[in-house]
């Protein structure tokens, strides 16, 4: 995506190539070349048994596919802010994909998971498309949503933080639909986060609440007392722990983790923590007696020193 071709022209053999093409260099020859550089890619990737997916970019440049390459390409719709006009009705840059008979992954830029703009709030109630058929089914060439995450405002740092708790987010309004009020799935996601806890993983506060994390958890995240810094894959290796039936992608079934590490904690830290308690209590039981017997004694003194004036 976002690719520049004027510096291909250096090359004395794509200048050749341009000048051959219909209209010469003031042609649409980087969207040919780009196209022909495409359609390789992707044939290369249909013969491994891949799915290519690419940049709405590759809308103005698949007029000069091959059918057979277009027919295999789904288009990742990123650039929401763009639209045409057409007979005074506006456009959208994912319309004119699905218009156009691709299949569709939807991208907003109020997804980017980094952002420091895009809470998990923002995030859960933006208003998503739903393309339908005439019969009000959802299209199933619309095929969901993406949430992304890029390094200009995050890396291992914060990585986790930011990604985790509103790649959840999203992941809940792919999988449930339209939105809840707040208040009600703030409550989900705070028991999500607290999952992501137990399993070592950093993800950044929903409300402010207490989540019961073993050390078990706590040491996942740490390496010989130094912390890991490779998040990313730390991310994916605990994220792919106990899972069932899950999508490799967790914006699409991130809330379909089995909680299993939560029995791990409880059986962990439960026989530590009825020991603590039990001596706490112990504990108190002691002060408490030791106040009452000085109370009880400074109450006999003084009956006594009243009996001894009265005498």
Known sequence: DEVDGDCWLRSPAVAAWAAAQPGGVYGPWKERLQADFTARAVRHLLELGRKPVLWDESLEVSRYMPADVREAITVDAWRDWMRHDYGGESEERWQQAWNAGFSVVWSSLDWYLDLPSNT?????????????????????????????????????????QRMLTRAAAAAERLWSGDASSVRVATQRLASMRCRLLQRGLQAEPVIPDYC????????????????????????????????????????????????????????????????????????????????????????LRSHDKELQKAE
Not at 133 to 160: H, I, P
Not at 263 to 288: D, K, Q, R, Y
Request: aromatic content about 10%.
């Open 120 to 160: 998990w709030q923002s995030i859960y109630q933006l208003k998503l498309p739903r393309p339908t058929l005439a019969n009000g089914m959802l299209d199933g060439r619309f095929l969901g949503g993406e949430a992304s995450s890029w390094s200009e405002t995050a890396d291992a740092t914060n990585v986790q």
């Open 212 to 299: 019961p994390v073993s050390a078990r958890a706590l040491l996942q995240y740490f390496d010989n007392g130094s912390l890991k810094w490779d998040t990313v894959s730390h991310v994916h290796e605990q994220l792919g722990k106990n899972v069932s039936g899950v999508s490799v992608m967790p914006r699409v079934r991130i809330d379909g983790y089995q909680c299993s590490s939560l029995a791990e904690s409880v059986s962990a830290t439960g026989p530590v923590f009825f020991i603590c308690l039990m001596f706490s209590i112990a504990l108190n039981l002691f002060f408490c007696c030791l106040i009452l017997r000085r109370r009880v004694f400074d109450k």
